[in-house]
T-cell receptor, first 114, second 110 residues
């Protein structure tokens, strides 16, 4: 019972490099999310996808792009990485029927930009 | 000013003590209140969910919401070393967007 799987778990990039973070869920959820977690800041929403083929900007979308290729997979791309994007990135999924539907999180990707 | 304020701690208590955690918020439109638990190197997991004001109890955990004061609390009774984690409060007006606190790190000493 995998839940939400994120790859890779760790990555170090140089400024200006590009990278795609992968996320897949096996719970047949319609909604998927990308967050970043920084010390003292809590979780901040980068992008949200209500269903396959739809995406919406969250609180901190600048410097990121996303793709919802199918119901299972939601990827996050950094086109030109900057040191300010050093963070822990979490993918989550949920049913969209109401706020009491819990968001299920993956274990994160720890990204360092040098 | 952040929409949700949470004291980051850290909080260290002996085994068996009561752990008290709280968050304050500024958006009076928040109606749904959640507590997530996050173990080290893991993703958050939903611990408690409360709608509007009032109390909710689940085993050793009690969540309280006071909308008049814009203040929510989580109490952990008979704390165990396995309760050592970071606890995140989260709130919603009813849509998909959650506003998270920064998290409070708790250590329960055996």
């Amino acid at each position: 019972n995998a839940g939400v799987t994120q790859t890779p778990k760790f990555q170090v990039l140089k400024t200006g490099q590009s990278m795609t973070l992968q996320c897949a869920q096996d719970m047949n959820h319609n909604s998927m999310y990308w967050y970043r977690q920084d010390p003292g800041m809590g979780l901040r929403l980068i992008y949200y996808s209500a269903s396959e083929g739809t995406t919406d900007k969250g609180e901190v979308p600048n410097g990121y792009n996303v793709s919802r290729l199918n119901k299972r997979e939601f990827s996050l791309r950094l086109e030109s990485a900057a040191p300010s994007q050093t963070s822990v990135y979490f993918c989550a999924s949920s049913e969209p029927r109401g706020p009491n539907q819990p968001q299920h999180f993956g274990d994160g990707t720890r990204l360092s930009i040098l | 000013q952040k929409e949700v304020e949470q004291d980051p701690g850290p909080l260290s208590v002996p085994e068996g003590a009561i752990v008290s955690l709280n968050c304050t918020y500024s958006n009076s439109a928040f109606q749904y209140f959640m507590w997530y638990r996050q173990y080290s190197r893991k993703g958050p997991e939903l611990l408690m969910y409360t709608y509007s004001s009032g109390n909710k109890e689940d085993g050793r955990f009690t969540a309280q919401v006071d909308k008049s004061s814009k203040y929510i609390s989580l109490f952990i009774r008979d704390s165990q070393p396995s309760d050592s984690a970071t606890y995140l409060c989260a709130m919603s007006t009813g849509g998909y967007k959650l506003s998270f606190g920064a998290g409070t790190t708790v250590t329960v000493r055996a």
